[in-house]
Each structure stands twice: as C-alpha cells, then as structure tokens.
C-alpha cells in the first residue's frame, strides 16, 4: 500500500545523523558480481533501500545467491548463470541497466528490456550501447529489449559524449574480460565510480583510474572473491544538512566524506550559513535566514543534480532572488508546482527557476513524482507552518534508508500514513 508523510512544521531541528552506504555506489558494486565465476563478493555498509532489494532480486534471477543482513551483503555467482533478464525487474530501476556490461562480459550475449525509474525527463543508454558496439558487441533493439551479443569483447579507445556515470560504470565493467587494453576518456569522475574501481581492483582487476577522466583497463582471465566497502552517501547526507539549513535547526551529519560535498558546503557557505567541517562529519548551525545565490547544475566535481530539488526547498525561504539552473537532466522542476502550492514563489524559464524567497512557507498536500523532488518536499514541510502530507512516498523510500526514525531523532514532527486514495472501493471508481 502506498503511503504518506504527514509533517507538522516550524520547528527548527536539532541532533546527530549517520550517513547511510551511497545507494548509487552499492547497486554498480552490486552489478559486478556478476563477473566472477564460482566466487563470492562481500559488500559492507549496503543500505536497506528498495532499489537495492530491486537488484538483489534481479541477480537472484540470474543465478546468483544473495544474503543480505545488518548492511552486510554476501553474494556467489555459480560457473553458468542467465544471460536474459526479467522485465518486471528491470523495469522498476533504471539502475538495472548496469548489469548489461558485467553480462555481456562474463556470457558473451545479454538480453535486458529498456530500463524503467524516476521520470526526471530522457535518460537514455544510447552511450552504453555505442561504447559496447565499440568493443565489438552487436546490438538490435526487438520489442522494447537490447539484445546484444559478442563472442569476446575487444579493448579500444572509447570516448563519451557526455561523463555519464552508468556509462562509465557500464562500459567499464564490460572491459575487464575484454581482449587487451580499454581506454575510456571523458568519463565520470563521482565518487561512486572510484568506489567501484576499487571493488574491481580488489576482485583482480587492472584498472589505472587517476580522476582525470580517463580509465584504462587491462583486460583479464577472470577475477576472484573479494569484499568491498560502500561509501558514504553524499546526497543523503547533503539532505539532512539542507534540512537544518531551511528550519534554521542544529544539525550534525557524521560518518561521511565532506570533501564529497564541496559544491554544496561552498554555496551554503556563500548563502551565508554557519557550518563546521571536520574529517568525517559538518554541522550546520542556526545563521537566520539563508541570503540567495545562484547555481548551475554540473557533472561531478559540479553542483550534483540530485540534490537540485533540495537546494531549492531551501531557498525558497532565502532573502532575495535566486536561480537555479538545470543542465543534466530534462524536467526535474516537477517540483517546482507542488513547492509553488506551499506559498513558494518559482517561476520556470526554458531549464532555469527564478525562486523570489518568501519569509515563511504554508503547509499543503503536495505528490512527491521522483525520488529527489520528494525529498525536496519533505524539507519544505518540515520548515512550514501548520501540516503538509507529501504523498506517494515509494519515490522516497527508493533512497533514503530509515528517514522516519533519523527525521524523529533530530526532532521533526512527523508520522506515516496510508494515502486515502489507497483505501477507496472499486465503486467509487469512474463508470464507463
């Protein structure tokens, strides 16, 4: 059943938070063991989430055994697995896009329905199929599936057209069994993607990834049992700091990586925020009302799109006008209606939003339509006077691991609720 949060706002929050294991640097990790043959890989720090369910489901279809408990994932691939993929999985994530490489590498053939995930506007995999038919994979596309296939894959020199991070994770995955050397230039430079080179590395691996956008690959044999260590979620982490930020709360995120998140310490700080940065945790402190500033969203070491949608719940409460510029993805201001609802004042113009700040924010029912626009709505409630419902949570859940109990911890007002559109009866359905 569906579910939503209902928040009671206005108080300013206050306490500690642990990051949880990066969702996007689990699942590629996740995705990788499907190159080992007979061996088992060792995941620490995985968070519980939906998508991680979703892919440990996905490997279970294909043949792997997967024991996951207490952020410990174990997972053995026998000698023979599948090489086609459910549709009902797959289209649930489009993160399952990522275990085409490791397939085609480790069966030579890969058959995997397009994608599905948030609908954040056109993401499409056209890079992951141009860099496999680079390294000698042929590629049709039958029915809505990439069937793909290729006796052995070749190393070659593989530039992207854009540093895209299931690209780069993709494309490298699948070079690590192919013949000589792979080249890849103009890649991602994430965290995440040197969390998995290091995986990969530890499995047997050559990788020499030095984070000038270019990796090189030496192809081998095969790889051997290993465990790896999941980073720390930058954008979890950076949700929890904007939180403080738009409720003029206290708050300590521990457990992280803060050189992960300059992009966002750097505008907070410009904003005129008050913040401590140590080793492995930053705290924000009341400062009164953030001042506007203006940002562009960029790859990595850029201002991330994911935490777009939060930034910009948070300025809607800053003195002055601020404007946010969206350059990675198409239609992620689908927020920007339901942030409008509460007595936000955002106007869109072509891929920028125009936020007039307002002093203070009115709870309303607003629909959270992707994992991070979600998020947004939650800090927007959490510093708005009276109740907000932000309904259709699943989004949500898809990222962020117990958000109801860490929200509790630091003081937020909060409860979860099944969504009346749930609990309606078929005759109230519309008649033909």
Not at 18 to 43: C, D, F, S, Y
Not at 225 to 233: F, H, L, M, Y
Request: net charge neutral.
């Amino acid at each position: 059943m569906e579910s939503k949060m209902k928040i009671i706002g206005g108080t300013p929050l206050k306490g500690r938070v642990l990051a949880q294991g990066a969702k996007n640097a689990a699942l590629p990790v996740m995705a990788a063991a499907i190159l080992l043959k007979g061996e088992k890989l060792t995941i620490n720090r995985v968070p519980n989430l939906l998508d991680v369910v979703t892919m440990a489901d996905l490997l279970r279809s294909l043949g792997a055994s997967v024991q996951f408990k207490d952020q410990k994932m174990e997972i053995s691939t026998p000698l023979d697995i599948s090489w086609e993929t459910p549709p009902d999985l797959v289209r649930k994530m489009r993160a399952s896009s990522l275990v085409l490489g490791p397939l085609l590498a480790r069966c030579g053939k890969a058959v995997m329905p397009l994608p599905g995930g948030c609908s954040i506007g056109s993401r499409p995999i056209d890079l992951h199929l141009k860099g496999l038919t680079r390294m000698g994979a042929s590629i049709e596309l039958v029915h809505g599936a990439v069937h793909a296939q290729a006796g052995v894959l070749k190393g070659c020199r593989i530039y992207l057209d854009f540093p895209s991070v299931g690209a780069t994770e993709n494309l490298m995955m699948a070079a690590v069994f192919a013949r000589g050397e792979t080249i890849l230039e103009n890649t991602a430079r994430e965290p995440e993607i040197f969390n998995l080179v290091d995986a990969l590395r530890s499995m047997g691996a050559i990788i020499e990834a030095d984070g000038t956008g270019v990796i090189r690959i030496q192809g081998v044999e095969g790889l051997k049992s290993s465990s790896a260590n999941i980073i720390p979620d930058r954008v979890e982490a950076s949700t929890y700091i904007l939180a403080g930020a738009a409720t003029n709360g206290e708050v300590t995120v521990a457990n992280i990586i803060p050189n992960h998140i300059d992009s966002l310490l750097a505008k907070l700080e410009e904003a005129g925020a008050l913040l401590s940065v140590s080793d492995t945790e930053v705290t924000i402190y009341p400062s009164g009302r953030l001042k506007s500033v203006s940002l562009k969203t960029l790859p990595y070491p850029g201002f991330p799109t994911d935490l777009q949608p939060q930034v910009m719940a948070a300025l809607c409460l800053a003195e002055g006008t601020s404007v946010v510029q969206e350059s990675v993805f198409q239609s992620r201001f689908l927020h920007v209606s339901e942030l409008n609802k509460m007595g936000a004042r955002i106007d869109i113009q072509s891929n920028s939003a125009i936020i007039n700040g307002v002093e203070s924010l009115a709870g309303a029912d607003v629909l959270a339509t992707d994992l991070r626009a979600g998020a947004a709505l939650i800090i927007a409630g959490l510093a708005a006077r009276d109740t907000t419902c932000v309904h259709n949570l699943g989004h949500i859940f898809r990222g962020y691991e117990k958000l109801e109990d860490k929200l509790r911890a630091i003081g937020a007002n909060i409860s979860i609720l099944p969504s009346e559109e749930d609990v309606k009866g078929v005759s109230e359905l519309p008649r033909s």
